[in-house]
Each structure stands twice: as structure tokens, then as C-alpha cells.
């Protein structure tokens, strides 16, 4: 892995027995309508390429219920990344959320380092993982195969389908889909809580009752520059992202979380992409565990050999 990569993730710690005595882990799957007929090759849109966005990530929106921003700002008023303090005032949080977040942010200025699934090699989750660029959807018949190449991790999302009655949880969770004139709308249920389970960088905590609805359209520049002012003002924008490309082509997920274990409402935000390289770099997160100050990554390790 890259050094830049490895060391921007140092400021992120998560500290799993406080979300797990705060929250509970109550399975409540959220059964979701699939589309009322397939769309036609003609209307579906192309969401060919790999995408990529600056770490670390969500995009507020400019009004309503929505993500955190950074309480550290430099001096010309953007987030600071390499001090990464939530917002724990936001409203959508409910007090032991708020909590959890303002120690994430308390760990990082102290430079003790601040564990997230992504230095500790677990699998993010959603929405965690969609700053995990670049990122690739695959759009077969029956199906859309969503690539992110950071540690390799893959998401599947059946087409036209509809969660079971009682969704047994997992990493990525159950992920139905359909189209919806310009837009792929994505629904998913049954995140399973790991030890580092967080929506965001900040550490935002999340219950098996997290529920996300993910819409991806295709977007011309003049209208993927509102998106990208927004990211400007909380992140470092990475160069070339947020100009014109030989394509013409962004993409832009507008996405909804819901959790009434951890937020008082639903809230919105979105993630601008622009086009990445064609070939993606290998990144294999385990095979550099010294994450911190000469500390080994809590890496999932095998209960028993396999042989």
C-alpha cells in the first residue's frame, strides 16, 4: 500500500466496545419493492468506467438533514483531513451517537490514532465504502457487480428483486436494485457490525437496523459542478476530478441513510465522481499491518487453520 494512504489513515479510531454497549444489534430488515417491469436496453443508462472521489468522502448537502462536516478547518474555511473531528452537534444524531463520535474526534487530536475498517483491513460496509474509489459498477442482466479496488471488495446487487422476509446479515448487506428512468436505485438492509462498523471517517456508528437507498445517474459537467463545490468546501479535491475529461461523463450517487438505533431522522448526501485511470493499482491492505506508531492492524485473522 501506498505510504500517503497508510498514514492518512492514522487519524481514525473506533472504539468498538462503546458502539456495541450503546447500541444494540437488532436484526429489522426493511423488505424493498422491486421495480414494476424491467427497463429497456434503451433507457438504461451506461455507468461504464471507474469512478473516483477525494477521501474522505460524503458531500453535504446544502440544506436539510445530512451528513457531518469537520469541526477542524484551515485557515481559508475548508475541512482540515488530516484532523478529522465530526461534527457530533449535528441533529441527526442521537446523544450516544453524538458521544461516540466526539471520542473519535478526541482520539485523532490527541494523535493516538483512530482505527476505521479501512487501516484495519475489514470490509467498510455501505455508506462507508463509497469513498473507497476507485470504483467500478459492472451491469449485467440480472444483476450489478459494484467493484471498489481498495483491498479488492466487492458488493453484489440483484435487479428487479426484493430482500427476503429475514435477511441474515453481512458485510455488504442484501442489495436489491432497478432502474428508475435515469437513475440505478439501490436498496440494502443487513449490514452485520463488525468491530470497526462506521458510516463515515468520523466514526458515525451504525446498528443491523442501518437502511441505505443509493440512486447513481450519469451527469453532464455543468451539472456535476454544483456537486463538486460542495465537496470543496470540506475536503482536498483531487486535481483534473472536477474539470471537464475527454468523456464528458460523472457520475453522481445521491444516497439516504436511515437508523433509528443511531440518527433522530433520515438524512442525504452526495458523492460527485469523476473518471479515474483506466488500469487500477493493486492494493492489498494486509500485507503492511503496522498501522500506527509501530501497532499492528486488528487484520481478520482465521479462529482455526484451515487444514
Request: hydrophobic share 35%; charged share 20%; net charge negative.
Amino acid at each position: 500500500m501506498h505510504s500517503q494512504w497508510r498514514n492518512f489513515s492514522l487519524i481514525f479510531t473506533l472504539a468498538a466496545t462503546v458502539a456495541a454497549h450503546a447500541f444494540g444489534q437488532v436484526v429489522s430488515p426493511t423488505v424493498g419493492s422491486a421495480s414494476s417491469g424491467k427497463a429497456s436496453a434503451a433507457s438504461i443508462p451506461d455507468f461504464s468506467g471507474h469512478w473516483v472521489h477525494a477521501l474522505p468522502g460524503f458531500e453535504p448537502m446544502p440544506s436539510g438533514p445530512t451528513s457531518l462536516v469537520n469541526r477542524m478547518r484551515r485557515p481559508n474555511g475548508t475541512g482540515d483531513v488530516l484532523k478529522l473531528v465530526g461534527d457530533y452537534t449535528n441533529p441527526i444524531l442521537k446523544p450516544e451517537a453524538a458521544e461516540v463520535v466526539k471520542m473519535h474526534g478526541a482520539l485523532g487530536l490527541k494523535g493516538e490514532g483512530d482505527a476505521n475498517p479501512r487501516n484495519q483491513c475489514w470490509p467498510g460496509g455501505v455508506p462507508f465504502d463509497f469513498s473507497e474509489g476507485p470504483t467500478q459498477l459492472v451491469q449485467l442482466p440480472d444483476q450489478i457487480i459494484i467493484l471498489y479496488s481498495y483491498d479488492h471488495h466487492v458488493r453484489h446487487v440483484r435487479l428487479n428483486q426484493s430482500h427476503p422476509a429475514k435477511v441474515t446479515p453481512s458485510w455488504y448487506g442484501d442489495s436489491v436494485g432497478h432502474y428508475e428512468g435515469d437513475a440505478l436505485v439501490i436498496d440494502t438492509v443487513g449490514v452485520k457490525v463488525g468491530p470497526f462498523a462506521m458510516v463515515d471517517w468520523y466514526g458515525t456508528p451504525h446498528t443491523e437496523d442501518l437502511h441505505v437507498v443509493e440512486r447513481y445517474r450519469m451527469l453532464d459537467y455543468e451539472a456535476a459542478k454544483e456537486g463538486f463545490a460542495r465537496d470543496a468546501k470540506e475536503h482536498n479535491v483531487a486535481q483534473g476530478m472536477t474539470s471537464p475529461n475527454s468523456g464528458g461523463k460523472f457520475m453522481q450517487l445521491q444516497f439516504t441513510v436511515e437508523n433509528k438505533g443511531v440518527f433522530t431522522m433520515p438524512w442525504t448526501a452526495t458523492m460527485t465522481y469523476g473518471l479515474g485511470p483506466a488500469d487500477w493499482m493493486e492494493q492489498v491492505c494486509a500485507e503492511n499491518i503496522q498501522w500506527y506508531s509501530g501497532k499492528d492492524a486488528e487484520v481478520p485473522r482465521a479462529l482455526r487453520p484451515d487444514f
